[in-house]
C-alpha cells in the first residue's frame, strides 16, 4: 500500500527503461530534496501495478496494492498537483497477455484473460483487463493541454553537436501512400452540441431491428462531437493494391500505425493488413486457422506459433511469402517482420525514423532501402507525405542551422481521445450507425457494412478555450510564426475554426495566427526552420503525439530531450519527462549487456520544472534554488557532453546520473542566498569530486555481462537497485 500522505512532488512509477533509470535517479532526486525540505513519493501507474491494482479478489492480503491511477486522476483535478509523470507501457494485447503471465509465474492468483468470456464473472474479468489496455493512463492524468518544446540549452547543445542525418535524393522512391477515400477522413461528422445531452450509438439492421452499442454517452454543452467510419472492403481493396504495387516499384512494403494507444481500430486494421499479406492462405486454409485459435490482429508473429506445425499451412505460408515483396523489418537478424507484432511499428516513432534515415528502412536483407510507407487513414498521413516531399525537393534538414518547431497540443479531458475506446465498433452486420441524443434528434448518421470500423470522439468547450489561451500566450512570449494545424475541410477541425477564430478576433490577436491544413502547415514549419527561424504548431491530439516526434528526432535526434508542461486546467502541473515512449530496446540491451543507454535529459528537464512550480506555488525559496540548480546541472551536463553512449563500455545512464548529481550539489554549494543548503551541499559536492575515479569504476565494474532483474514487467526492486545503484560510494554519500 502506498502513502496516504501526498508528497510534494509525485514521481510516477513506470515500466521499462525510465522505471529502470528511476531505480538510479529516484534514490539522488529525493536525497536531495530532503535536504530542501521537499518530499518526493511515488506512485504506481505500471501496466503491471495497474494489473495488480484491478484484482484485490484475486489476490492475498499482502499482494494488493492501491489503485494509484485512480488517485492521481482526483489528485491532477487539484491545485496542489504536482506530478512528474514518466512514459509507460500503453499496452497491446500481446503485451498485457505477457505481463499477466510473469505475475502469475511470480505467484499472484491473477484469473487469465477470457479470450470469449461467456460469464458474467468472466466478462468482468475481461472488462477489468481491457480497461487497462492501450492508452489507459494518459487520458485520466492529462487535465490540461501541453506545451512541448525543447528548451533552449538543449537546442542549441543539438545545433553545436548536429547529431547524424541520412540523405534525401530527389530520386528516392520512398512515398506515404493512403486510401483514395472511404477512410476516416473522407466519412467524418461533425457538430457541436447546443445544450448538454447524453447520447446513444446504435446500429440499426436492415430489418429495422435496433443493437445499441453504446449508451449513456453525456456530454456537456459546447462539445463538438464526430463521428466517422473506415470501410472494412475499401481497407482490403487498398491493402491489395498496395501490396501489389510495392512489387512492381521494388521497395520495401511498411504498415505505419498506433495500435498500442488506438486499441480497438488499429489492430483491427493492423489485421486487415495480416490477411491481405497472407490471403491465399486465409482462403485456402480459413477453417483450419480459426481452429488454431488464429487471430490476424495479433499479427504474424501469433499466427507462426500457432501453424508451426501444420506442415500444409506452413508451406502454403512460405509460397506467398516468396510471391510478395519484401517487407519492411523490426528485426532482420531474427526474421521479425512489420507485421509481426502490433505494438513494433508504431507510426510516431517510426515514421520519423525512417524519415532521418534517408526514407530508407531495413529490409530482410538486412540492408536499407526504399519504402512504401502504407497509412490507411487521410487526417494525418498528409503529414509524413509532405515531409518526404519537401526532403526529396531539397535534401535533408540541416540540425546545426535548423530553427525549432514548438507544440501546443489540444488534449485536456480527453480531447480529441485517439482511440475513443468506448465510442469505437467493429460493425458486426450491414446497416446504419445513429448517434442519437437523448431527445431524438439524430445527430449523426452513416450507413455501414459488416466489418467496418465507426468511430466517434469528442472535445469539450473548456479546453479549446484553454488551449488558445495558452496559444496565445505563448506566441506573445515568442513572437514566433503561429500556426493551427486545422483543415477547413474536415468536419471536425471545421467545428473547431468556428470555435477559435471568434476567440482570436475578441483578443484582437487574429492577425498574429495563420490556420493551415496539417499537410499546407507541415511545409510552412518546414520552410520556417529551413530558414533558421522558429514556428509554434498549435494542435489537436493525434499532431500532438506525432509532431513531437517527428520534429525533435530531425532536430535533436530523439524526443527524449523535450520539454513537456502540461498546465492543469485547475491549477496543477505536470511535467511529462520528454516526449518518447519506454524504450523496450533499451531494456533488452541491459539485461543482456548490462548497459542503459536511457538519456534522463527529460527527467532533468521536467525535474527543474516541478520545482519551479513549486516554488511559485508555495512560495518555497528552498524549492526554486533547487529548481535553478537543476538548470545548472543540466547546462553542465549537456556542455560536458554526459550523456549514455549507445554501446557497452561506453558512458550509460548510471555514468549519467552521477555527472547530474556532482553540477547539481555545485550548483546548490555554490548558490549565496541559502547557506544552510550551501553548508549542506558542500562537502557532498567536494566528495563526489574526490571519489570521481572510484565511483565511476564502482559503476562500471559489471558492464557487459547479462543481468537478471527478477522480471520484465514486474522486477524485482532489490535485484533492480543492486544493478542500478551499484557504486557503493555513490550511495553512501548520497545516502
Ligand atoms: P520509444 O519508447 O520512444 O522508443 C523509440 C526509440 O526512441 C528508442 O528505441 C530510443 O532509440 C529512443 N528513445 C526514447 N526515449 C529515449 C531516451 N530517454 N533516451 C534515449 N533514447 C530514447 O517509442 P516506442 O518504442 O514507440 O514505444 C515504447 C513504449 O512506450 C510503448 O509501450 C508505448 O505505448 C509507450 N509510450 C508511452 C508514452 C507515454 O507514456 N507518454 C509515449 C509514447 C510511447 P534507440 O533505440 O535508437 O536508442
Ligand atoms: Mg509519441
Request: glycine content about 8%; proline content about 5%.
Amino acid at each position: 500500500m502506498t502513502d496516504k500522505t501526498i508528497p510534494d512532488i509525485i514521481y510516477t512509477k513506470v515500466d521499462e527503461a525510465p522505471e529502470l533509470a528511476s531505480a538510479s535517479f529516484l534514490p539522488i532526486i529525493q536525497s536531495f530534496a530532503a535536504a530542501a525540505g521537499v518530499s518526493v513519493g511515488t506512485r504506481d501507474i505500471s501496466l503491471a501495478g495497474r494489473i495488480i491494482a484491478a484484482f484485490p479478489d484475486f489476490l492475498r492480503e499482502d499482494q494488493r496494492i492501491n489503485d494509484d491511477l485512480a488517485e492521481l486522476g482526483e489528485l491532477v483535478k487539484t491545485p496542489e498537483a504536482n506530478v512528474i509523470k514518466l512514459p509507460n507501457i500503453s499496452a497491446s494485447g500481446p503485451q498485457l497477455l505477457a505481463a499477466i503471465r510473469e505475475l502469475q509465474g511470480q505467484g499472484y492468483g491473477l484469473p487469465n484473460y477470457p479470450d470469449s468470456p461467456a460469464t458474467d464473472a468472466e466478462k468482468d474479468i475481461r472488462a477489468r483487463y481491457d480497461a487497462i489496455k492501450g492508452s489507459a493512463v494518459n487520458p485520466v492524468l492529462r487535465e490540461g493541454n501541453s506545451d512541448r518544446r525543447a528548451a533552449g540549452a538543449v537546442k542549441r547543445f543539438a545545433q553545436a553537436n548536429p547529431h547524424s542525418m541520412g540523405a534525401w535524393t530527389a530520386d528516392s522512391k520512398t512515398e506515404v501512400s493512403s486510401m483514395p477515400g472511404a477512410d476516416f477522413f473522407a466519412n467524418e461528422k461533425s457538430a457541436t452540441l447546443g445544450a448538454a445531452t447524453t447520447a446513444k450509438i446504435v446500429l440499426v439492421g436492415a430489418d429495422g431491428t435496433e443493437t445499441v452499442l453504446k449508451a449513456g454517452v453525456s456530454y456537456p454543452a459546447g462539445t463538438v462531437v464526430d463521428a466517422t467510419f473506415l470501410s472494412a472492403k475499401a481497407l482490403g481493396a487498398f491493402l491489395d493494391s498496395e501490396i501489389a504495387r510495392t512489387k512492381d516499384k521494388g521497395t520495401l512494403f511498411s504498415l505505419h500505425m498506433k495500435a498500442t494507444m488506438m486499441k480497438v481500430s488499429d489492430p483491427i486494421i493492423f489485421g486487415h493488413a495480416v490477411r491481405a499479406w497472407l490471403k491465399p492462405v486465409f482462403e485456402k486454409f480459413g477453417p483450419e486457422l480459426a481452429a488454431l485459435g488464429v487471430n490476424p490482429n495479433s499479427g504474424m508473429g501469433d499466427l507462426l506459433a500457432r501453424v508451426k506445425d501444420n506442415a500444409a499451412i506452413m508451406a502454403a505460408i512460405a509460397e506467398v511469402t516468396a510471391a510478395r515483396p519484401p517487407m519492411y523489418m523490426v528485426d532482420s537478424d531474427k526474421g521479425i517482420t512489420n507485421l509481426h507484432v502490433p505494438s513494433d511499428v508504431i507510426i510516431d516513432a517510426s515514421m520519423p525514423a525512417l524519415i532521418r534515415a534517408g526514407g530508407r528502412g531495413w529490409g530482410p536483407d538486412g540492408k536499407e532501402h526504399d519504402t512504401n510507407c502504407v497509412i490507411p487513414d487521410n487526417c494525418y498521413a498528409p503529414v509524413y507525405d509532405e515531409t518526404i516531399k519537401f526532403f526529396k525537393a531539397n535534401g535533408a534538414l540541416n540540425p546545426a542551422t535548423a530553427g525549432t518547431v514548438q507544440n501546443l497540443g489540444l488534449m485536456a479531458q480527453k480531447a480529441e481521445e485517439y482511440g475513443s475506446h468506448p465510442t469505437t465498433f467493429e460493425i458486426p452486420h450491414d446497416g446504419t450507425v445513429r448517434m442519437v441524443l437523448e431527445d431524438g434528434t439524430v445527430l449523426h448518421e452513416h450507413k455501414v457494412e459488416a466489418g467496418d470500423i465507426w468511430r466517434s470522439a469528442s472535445v469539450r468547450r473548456a479546453p479549446i478555450e484553454d488551449w488558445v489561451t495558452l496559444a496565445i500566450d505563448r506566441q506573445k512570449a515568442t513572437g514566433y510564426r503561429s500556426i493551427f494545424w486545422l483543415d477547413a475541410n474536415r468536419a471536425h477541425d471545421a467545428e473547431l475554426i468556428k470555435l477559435v477564430t471568434p476567440i482570436l478576433e475578441a483578443k484582437g490577436v487574429a492577425d498574429k495566427f495563420e490556420i493551415m491544413a496539417p499537410r499546407e502547415a507541415t511545409r510552412a514549419s518546414l520552410e520556417t526552420i529551413t530558414k533558421g527561424e522558429n514556428t509554434i504548431a498549435i494542435t489537436g491530439n493525434v499532431l500532438r503525439d506525432y509532431l513531437t516526434d517527428l520534429f525533435p528526432i530531425l532536430e535533436l535526434a530523439t524526443s527524449a530531450k523535450m520539454l513537456s508542461i502540461v498546465k492543469l486546467m485547475n491549477g496543477g502541473g505536470m511535467f511529462e519527462t520528454g516526449a518518447g515512449g519506454s524504450a523496450p530496446k533499451h531494456v533488452q540491451q541491459l539485461m543482456e549487456q548490462n548497459h542503459l543507454r536511457w538519456d534522463s535529459l527529460g527527467e532533468f528537464c521536467a525535474l527543474g520544472e516541478s520545482f519551479k512550480f513549486l516554488a511559485d506555488a508555495r512560495g518555497n525559496t528552498k524549492a526554486r534554488l533547487l529548481g535553478e540548480a537543476v538548470e545548472a546541472a543540466t547546462q553542465g551536463y549537456l556542455d560536458n557532453d554526459n550523456s549514455p553512449q549507445r554501446k557497452p563500455g561506453q558512458p550509460d545512464n548510471r555514468d549519467s546520473h552521477y555527472w547530474f548529481a556532482r553540477y547539481w550539489a555545485e550548483a546548490l554549494a555554490a548558490q549565496t542566498e541559502d547557506a544552510e543548503l550551501s553548508a549542506h551541499f558542500t562537502p557532498v559536492a567536494t566528495a563526489l569530486a574526490e571519489r570521481e575515479a572510484q565511483i565511476i569504476a564502482e559503476l562500471r565494474a559489471d558492464r557487459g555481462k547479462a543481468v537478471d532483474l527478477g522480471g520484465y514487467y514486474h522486477g524485482d526492486p532489490v535485484k533492480t537497485a543492486a544493478i542500478m545503484r551499484p557504486s557503493a560510494t555513490l550511495n553512501a554519500i548520497i545516502g
